[in-house]
């Protein structure tokens, strides 16, 4: 096959690449090796059920569906694996003890070949947009069963696939599933066009809804003591979370227009990034603000202005805390966003900017449930506009945070059950054998 010999043929810079991140703190300081489909751990006899995410969000979608499959099939072996380094972190401390846990392997013939050869799945189901051609046709090769979970196709990367060069290779890929599962009817029809069986295209809602709250650790509520006091002074606060480089000017420009209203307001600040939190911090000191890291163990203080939380794995307990939650990754063209359901879980008012990329469809269903649930603003001024009134006006806040949650519950009710009764249906009846079904 020509990507495989292609692949072949540029393995030796994709090394490079993998030490050159390794070098910059991109890679798992002693776990690289696994990128390369060297194990770091023993394979269980039996059958192996493989979950496959590239990064955190879709990574934390997929866990709630594998709580689900150790309910149902106590006897399969689980592995999970995620690409980037944030979302092995988090994830690590979210899985259930009994799931192995490994970095994915690069798509080379060497790395794939190898991952395949030793963990040996009878299925792999691989979230959203992981369409890659030396794992389903190494998979295919050696029978194993796949199905492509909240399976996304953009507008961009549609286009990319449909030119006459790799629309062969898309077509042949897609056919090799048993199971596709759709986020929209957008996205279905797109996967019929690049030739996807028809029938193995199914719907069952969107797994990002299906918000895993169980397990939130003694870590997570504790180190948070200092925003809790937050609550119980009053002080206005408010919570930009995921916030990519460029967007905290957008933040710091709000924060001043409200300390002209609120001057005790405080401004929590996530990066979507950790590594960017002391950037942000120096430049947020440089122009005479008092700013506290979370990495620091600092404590917030009277005079603090900016909490910046350059941690991982605590969004979550921070939305139960703060009321007022404003989504990044929204603000900036070329940004698409991120998922604004977690913050509607804990009942947070939630407000997003306008380049919102596929999350635009969630963000439309939640209107639809209930229009008052996103705030999507148009800009720095709409967004100053509507923390304004939230912070003066305490029904209007309530209102939109009963909002968000009731949207949010309404969405993700039986999300985790439609998924698994496909698996069950087109995956494990097909994969498994008699005495393990």
């Given at each position: 096959m020509a990507y495989r010999a292609v692949s072949y043929s540029i393995s030796p810079f994709i090394y490079i690449q993998l030490q050159w991140r390794r070098f910059r703190g991109l890679e798992h300081p002693t776990r690289w090796r696994e990128r390369l489909g060297h194990p770091s751990?023993?394979?269980?006899?039996g059958p192996l059920l493989w979950f496959h995410a590239v990064s955190l969000g879709e990574g934390l979608a997929a866990i709630p569906v594998i709580r689900r499959c150790i309910q149902q099939k106590p006897n399969l072996t689980i592995l999970m694996t995620t690409t980037t380094t944030s979302a092995f972190e988090v994830i690590k401390d979210r899985l259930p003890n009994d799931v192995l846990y490994q970095y994915a392997p690069l798509d080379t013939p060497s790395a794939m070949d190898d991952f395949l050869e030793?963990?040996?799945?009878?299925?792999?189901?691989?979230?959203?947009?992981?369409?890659?051609?030396?794992?389903?046709?190494?998979?295919?090769?050696k029978g194993i069963t796949m199905a492509l979970l909240n399976a996304r196709m953009s507008s961009k990367s549609f286009?990319?696939?449909?030119?006459?060069i790799v629309f062969p290779l898309i077509s042949s890929m897609l056919s090799k599933f048993s199971l596709i599962a759709p986020l929209s009817n957008v996205e279905a029809i797109r996967y019929q066009l690049l030739q996807a069986p028809p029938f193995i295209i199914n719907f069952a809602g969107d797994l990002k809804y299906?918000?895993?709250?169980?397990d939130i650790s003694m870590q997570d509520n504790t180190c948070l003591e200092d925003l809790q006091q937050l609550r119980l002074d009053n002080r206005p606060v408010w919570m930009a979370s995921s916030i990519h480089k460029g967007e905290d000017e957008v933040v710091l420009e709000v924060h001043r227009a409200l300390m002209q209203v609120y001057p005790n307001v405080i401004t929590i600040i996530v990066p979507r990034h950790p590594q960017l939190g002391q950037q942000m911090a120096l430049a947020l000191q440089k122009d005479g603000f008092n700013v506290v890291l979370r990495s620091c163990n600092e404590k917030i203080l009277p005079s603090t202005n900016f909490y910046i939380v350059d941690t991982l794995g605590e969004l979550r307990s921070l939305y139960r805390i703060i009321p007022v939650a404003v989504i990044g990754g929204s603000f900036l063209p070329g940004l698409a966003g991120h998922n604004v359901s977690e913050a509607a879980a804990a009942g947070c008012a939630v407000l997003t900017g306008c380049y919102v990329g596929h999350f635009s469809r969630m963000i439309l269903e939640m209107q639809q449930i209930n229009p008052l649930s996103v705030m999507q603003v148009s800009g720095q001024t709409d967004l100053l506009?509507?923390?304004?009134?939230?912070?003066?006006n305490a029904d209007a806040l309530e209102t939109h945070r009963m909002a968000a949650k009731q949207a949010f519950h309404a969405l993700s009710n039986g999300v985790v059950s439609n998924v698994w009764n496909l698996i069950n249906i087109h995956v494990i009846e097909k994969a498994l054998p008699p005495e393990i079904k």
């Open positions: 751990i023993n394979r269980p006899p030793y963990w040996n799945p009878v299925a792999v189901m691989l979230m959203e947009s992981e369409l890659w051609p030396n794992l389903v046709f190494g998979a295919t090769k286009h990319r696939w449909s030119r006459p299906a918000v895993d709250n169980v506009r509507n923390l304004v009134e939230l912070f003066s």
